[in-house]
């Protein structure tokens, strides 16, 4: 049964602890200020944050309909062993792409009131507009001519395609990893098992560039994988980042030493979130104007809270 709370559960992610390295009062409205605020009898500040939190940006959203559409044709080919081609995935993003700018130009009302289930592109929020900048239009329109491409020619896409011994796991899933008492939160793009080689292999999908903080990301799936299925050692896993804008397929075999610093950073990170709390015990944050703003105003311009700071 859904219980209304004062304050939210705590949890932790890697994307909550990159936010509060980035900004702590981007880092308080996204996980306090905005709780409860679906809500109707909501206060007006926390109704502001929860749907300024639901804001997305071309570069996210783009990336998120890759997913969805990945993660369809997926499942569709597990159970029908057919793949569409390249143009009509191409023409399933575009049609998304367009639903989502239809949104944020015309059923401004329709966020107002669910900003859950309407999108809301920041870029047409804060500019004002009813128009995209082309730079950025520039950018997603050669992403999306070339990700489909690198989708159904990755090394993933082969091996599911041509390797009868795979057997299929799961998807696009929140899963909860425990970590002692802390819950901490992973998706996966996909997890399958290569019965020929006895080999896990756990696959990231990016439309994005490469990032120094992927390994991080990819440890937390091992040790999702680790705590959830029998297998047998780490070396049994490999973990396989498919870089859809550059087309590279990268693997990567952790070891337990990378494994306990990931476990070292959650650990030093939940102190670092714990000294924002009044009480630990109920997950109370300290008042707003503890969590101070970063002192790069630049990065502000592209907060989804930037009016909460700056509405004067």
Same mark, same amino acid.
Not at 26 to 53: F, I, M, V
């Given at each position: 049964m859904f219980e209304i709370k004062t304050y939210p559960e705590f949890s932790w992610s890697l994307s909550r602890h990159k936010t509060l390295m980035h900004?702590?009062?981007? $880092?308080?409205?996204?996980?306090? *200020?905005?709780?409860?605020?679906?809500?109707?009898?909501?206060?007006?500040?926390?109704?502001?944050? $929860?749907?300024?939190?639901?804001? *997305?940006?071309?570069?996210?959203?783009?990336?998120?309909?890759?997913?969805d559409v990945i993660d369809q044709v997926i499942d569709d080919y597990l159970n029908t062993g057919y793949i569409p081609g390249e143009e009509a995935l191409r023409e399933q993003v575009r049609q998304e792409l367009n639903k989502g700018f239809v949104d944020s130009t015309k059923r401004y009302n329709n966020w107002w009131q669910r900003p859950k289930k309407t999108t809301m592109f920041h870029e047409i929020y804060y500019g004002n507009t009813t128009q995209l900048p082309s730079e950025k239009v520039d950018k997603i329109t050669h992403r999306l001519h070339v990700t489909m491409n690198h989708f159904l020619t990755s090394q993933t896409m082969k091996e599911l395609a041509y390797n009868e011994q795979i057997e299929f796991l799961e998807a696009e899933k929140f899963r909860i990893l425990q970590v002692g008492q802390l819950k901490v939160f992973v998706v996966l793009d996909l997890l399958y098992k290569d019965l020929d080689r006895n080999k896990w292999i756990i696959v990231d999908w990016k439309t994005g560039k490469q990032s120094e903080e992927d390994p991080y990301q990819l440890a937390l799936y091992v040790l999702y994988i680790l705590q959830t299925y029998d297998v047998g050692s780490l070396d049994d896993v490999i973990i396989r980042n498919e870089y859809l804008l550059e087309g590279e397929s990268v693997e990567h075999q952790l070891d337990p030493v990378t494994l306990e610093k990931v476990q070292e950073l959650i650990g030093t990170s939940v102190e670092w979130m714990t000294k924002y709390l009044e009480d630990a015990s109920e997950n109370q944050p300290l008042p707003l104007e503890s969590f101070p703003q970063t002192s790069d105003q630049r990065a502000c311009t592209y907060c989804n809270f930037y009016e909460l700071c700056f509405s004067q």
């Open positions: 900004c702590a009062r981007q $880092y308080a409205h996204q996980y306090y *200020t905005s709780h409860n605020g679906w809500l109707r009898d909501a206060n007006p500040t926390s109704k502001q944050a $929860y749907r300024l939190k639901n804001l *997305t940006n071309l570069e996210m959203f783009f990336g998120s309909v890759v997913h």
